[in-house]
């Protein structure tokens, strides 16, 4: 049995069963002029995994291992948007509202799209979700089931909100859960500092991290 170099301790690949869950790289959250940015935060920070993501994304498409992407939007009538989370936190520009790149975190709107250096390609699943948790009124469950899938390797943003809510969400479901630490930002280094330390105390309490290069070495002998 492969298994793959992580903390707290080696991640050991179960044949056929592991995916990869790339989470929320929109360009909303990754280039100036996006929601992100437009909230005040340092979007460079998120555009510079971009790289490492790629990796990861082609890594899993040549090991012939499902790659499943994410994007948090919502309805043109914002029918699935609560009424707290669109009016949270106050920013000048709110969840529905024009921006620069069309209504924000709207689906089909151009700043929902996944940035295009690690778009998906045709075969792969895109769940659109309107919560934090790619889990929550989506198809996810139903899709890993049907794949077979056990083992979920995680990259995305940010990893302190979306990336940790599903890897909780997952931990709960019984998967095992890894996430890939140079494929994974935040706007605030201390929160995914936080939020990865979070995640592999006590013995793996919500899952392990590694570093992309390990985990790329490791499915391609799997």
């Known amino acids: 049995m492969v298994a793959i170099k992580a903390e707290p301790f080696p991640f050991a690949v179960k044949s056929g069963a592991l995916a990869l869950i790339v989470i929320d790289m929109q360009r909303d959250f990754a280039e100036p002029g996006g929601f992100g940015a437009c909230l005040g935060n340092d979007v460079s920070r998120i555009t510079k995994i971009v790289p490492d993501v790629k990796r990861l994304i082609e890594g899993f ?48 709107e151009p700043g929902t799209a996944i940035l295009p250096d690690v778009a998906p390609v045709d075969g792969e699943v895109v769940i659109e979700k309107p919560g934090k948790g790619a889990f929550y009124a989506t198809e996810l469950g139903d899709v890993l089931k049907q ?76």
């Open 61 to 108: 498409r040549a090991a012939g291992l499902p790659v499943i992407h994410t994007m948090e939007c919502h309805r043109p009538d914002l029918s699935d948007l609560p009424p707290a989370k669109r009016d949270r936190g106050s920013p000048s520009l709110k969840i529905g509202d024009e921006g620069p790149m069309g209504r924000i975190l709207i689906s089909g």
């Open 147 to 222: 794949g077979g899938i056990k083992q979920l390797v995680f990259a995305g943003v940010t990893t302190e909100v979306c990336v940790q809510t599903t890897m909780r969400e997952a931990n709960d479901r019984g998967y095992e859960c890894l996430l890939a630490e140079e494929a994974t930002e935040s706007y605030f280094p201390e929160f995914k500092a936080a939020a990865m330390a979070m995640i592999r105390a006590q013995g793996a309490i919500v899952g392990w991290t590694a570093h992309v290069d390990d985990i790329l070495e490791s499915i391609a002998h799997a």
